[in-house]
C-alpha cells in the first residue's frame, strides 16, 4: 500500500502512515504544538496499548515495520522544567522490535533523540529517557551540568525487566542488559552483557536469540 500523509490540524502535524490510523485499536495520540509528524512504517501488531503524547514543536516519531507491544508503550516528548517548552526531538524505533512490557520512552528539552535500532527485545517496567527534566548546576559557575543527551540503542539488543536507559547513553549491537540494571554511559562494544548499577561490561563476546 502507498504510504499517506494526513493532516491532523491547522498546526502543521501529520501522521503517515499505508492504513487508516483511526482504525487502530489501542493507539492513542496527543498532539499540543506544532510542525510535528508521526511515521509508521507498517501497521503495529498491538495486543496492549501504543500511547504517543506530544508537546513540543518541530519533533518526529518514526515506528518501523512489524513493530509489537504486548502491553503497553508510551513514548512522550514533554516539557522541561517549570514548563519550558521542547524542540526538534526525535523517537525512532527500528523493524522487528518488540516490547513485551510496559514501556516509557520520554524526550525533552531541545535537539536531542533516542533511536532503537532492529530486532530489538524489551521485557516489562522499562524506561529510556535524554533529560533529567529539572537542571543541577555548579554553584560557582552557574554552569548547568546535566544537559539532555541523545540515546542510542543498537540493532539485536535485549533489555531485560525493571532497567532504566537514562542521558547520554549507548549500547550496540547484539548487547543485553541484566534485568534492574542503570545504563548511564555510552559502552564502545557490542556484544556484551551490561549489568549493575551503574550497569558495567559483565562478559564480553556474547549473543542471543529469541
Known amino acids: 500500500m502507498t504510504m499517506i500523509e494526513r493532516q491532523l490540524d491547522d498546526e502543521g502535524n501529520t501522521v ?3 492504513f487508516d490510523p483511526n482504525e487502530l485499536l489501542n493507539f492513542r495520540l496527543t498532539i499540543k504544538g506544532c510542525n510535528n509528524s508521526i511515521v509508521f512504517k507498517s501497521r503495529p501488531l498491538l495486543h ?3 500511547v504517543i503524547y506530544i508537546n ?6 518514526v515506528l518501523g515495520e512489524n513493530i509489537t507491544c504486548q502491553k503497553n508503550l508510551f513514548i512522550s516528548l514533554l516539557p522541561s522544567g517549570k514548563g519550558r517548552h521542547s524542540r526538534q526531538l526525535k523517537c525512532s524505533i527500528g523493524n522487528n522490535t518488540t516490547f513485551n512490557g510496559l514501556v516509557s520512552i520520554v524526550l525533552a528539552e531541545e535537539n536531542n533523540e533516542i533511536q532503537i535500532g532492529e530486532n530489538c527485545l524489551f521485557a516489562d517496567n522499562i524506561s529510556i529517557s535524554t533529560s533529567d527534566s ?14 539532555a ?4 540503542i543498537g540493532h539485536h539488543v535485549w533489555i531485560g525487566e525493571n532497567v532504566k536507559i537514562l542521558k547520554g547513553s549507548m ?18 562494544y557490542g556484544n556484551v552483557v551490561l549489568a549493575g548499577v551503574p550497569a558495567k561490561i559483565v562478559r564480553s563476546e556474547v549473543n542471543w536469540d529469541y
Do not use: P, W, Y
Open 56 to 61: 513540543a514543536d518541530n519533533c518526529e516519531v
Open 134 to 147: 529539572h537542571r543541577i548546576f555548579s554553584i560557582k559557575t552557574g554552569d548547568r551540568i546535566n544537559k
Open 16 to 18: 503517515s502512515c499505508d
Open 48 to 50: 496492549g496499548n501504543l
Open 149 to 152: 543527551q541523545s540515546v542510542f
Open 171 to 188: 549500547i550496540l549491537n547484539d548487547s543485553i542488559v541484566a534485568m534492574g540494571s542503570i545504563v548511564t554511559r555510552k559502552f564502545e
